[in-house]
């Protein structure tokens, strides 16, 4: 089948992201024996254009959209990617007629509404390299898709029984050495343009943060590529695109111990010479696992903390207290790693008390950035907003196709302004729901000058925390309302 994958992400803050999901879905497909066209959106003048002119071209069989994102997750600056979304596929529809599979992260996490809010066609839900040449073998071949694992059926379509598929030639699965197949794309470009490319090692989360839609989107089991593998594939990449750091997109590397251990010690074996960063948690996190880390490469760690107080840790459903966090903390600094510390405020349960703590102890913890969330991103399914419905505290239609953000009444009006007091004060905090992180000339000019890695890494030098006081010098008295769009719960 002629098959056209497109990657609707046009997000650049804080960087331009590689679309690792679709690359993946490309070498899937690619596998199969499919003739295969891509149009990357990321970095088009002209969008909608150039994917009309790109669909006429190839005459597709069957399209497959891609849709990373579906909002910002900031608050109360949120920004929703609907609409956009939505005159995609007007343009999709508009120049064939050829069946539009929806997919990726975001519309994972909303996939009924969305297919309903877009008018797809087909949807996959969560990982797709299997399901998805499942599905064009079924289209192919005129099969009933219904009974294939993660398929999103257009509104009205019955569930099909068990066993309507023939069975097909194994497809393959994403741990069995198969490649992105980056190739398709301009990795070049991201790495140029976001300071970084991206690999995956591992899928799945074991823990419970109740928030969190990743173990949703992942499973909530680890399965981990091997060591050998994750490392071949490092290697190659810096054969073929030269040296350039990665950033590890696993929810959390350093978790189950031993598996991150392994990478590191592959890549010592090795010699191989790669700059990295990852997201982390404290759980289990010591000195010598922070230690191997910054010796085999890594520059900067994003830890999953979320606050710094034992009630509140306890409250998000987080499996460590705030003793481990600042112990974490501790650890990674004197390993010479740099450290961003990433945080929820205004989740259910926060008191001033409680907001204070964490602040004070961030104070002592002196991590190379701070990123703060104002309220938390209530999603579909994950236990806290199943929670609030259960105590009639939101309704169950509150949570779905719209943003919907909480923030703790009791703090609502204290919140906002005593953050801004925090950014002043330390220079090396970033309010994404409060003020822009970066502004996109100030990035692409960074980037422009060879600034690699992780932008937050430069929120120690003196003069970039000067420019990023300089955000915060309007006292914020109230939470502002700047995109109509968002909704409050
Ligand atoms: C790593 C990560 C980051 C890193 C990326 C670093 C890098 N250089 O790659 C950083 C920190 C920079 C980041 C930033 C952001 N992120 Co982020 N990120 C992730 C994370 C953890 C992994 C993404 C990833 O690469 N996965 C690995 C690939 C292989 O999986 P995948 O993309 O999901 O693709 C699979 C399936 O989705 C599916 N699939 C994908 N495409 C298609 C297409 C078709 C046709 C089909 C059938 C299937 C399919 O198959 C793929 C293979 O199995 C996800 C959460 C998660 N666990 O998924 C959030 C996530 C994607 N991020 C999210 C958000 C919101 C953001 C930001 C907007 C946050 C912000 N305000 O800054 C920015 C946006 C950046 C941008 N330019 O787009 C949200 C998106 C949901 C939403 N609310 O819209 C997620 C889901 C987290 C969440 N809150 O639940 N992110
Ligand atoms: S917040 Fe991190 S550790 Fe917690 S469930 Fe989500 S990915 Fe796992």
Redesign the pocket.
Known sequence: MRVL?VSA?R????????P???A??AAATRNRGHTLDLVDLCFERHPLENLRRRIGMFQPDVI???L???????YPRTVDYLESHRQLITAIHAASDAPV?L????F??VPQAYMEALGGDWG?R????QA?VQLLDALEHGWNPASIAGVVLPPGMPAAPNGCLPPSPPAPT?SSGLRPARKLFDYARYVRR?G?G?V?TKRGCVFKCNYC??PL??GNRFRARTAEDVVDELDSLMREYGPHPV?F?D?ILNFPRGHAEAICEEILHRSLKVRWSCYATPVKLDRNQARLMARAGCEGIELGTDAVDDGQLERLGKSFDAGIAERANRYCMEAGLKVCQTLIFGAPGETRQSIRTTCKALQRMNPTAVVAMTGV?L?PGTPLSQSLIDAGRIAAGDVGLFPAFYVEPAIEDFLPDYLRKQAVEAGNWVL?GLAAPILPRSQRLLRYLGVSGPLWRLLHKPWMQKLNRSRFRKPITSWGVPNQKRKVV
């Open positions: 994958l992400n997000e650049q803050i804080p960087d331009p992201i590689f690792l999901g679709l993946y879905i497959g959209l891609s990373r994102n579906i909002d910002n997750a900031a599979v997919g990726g992260s975001g994972s996490i996959i969560g990982e797709g390299e998805f994403w976001g970084m991206n995956q839609t990743y989107l992942e950033f997109v929810s991103r999603y994404p």
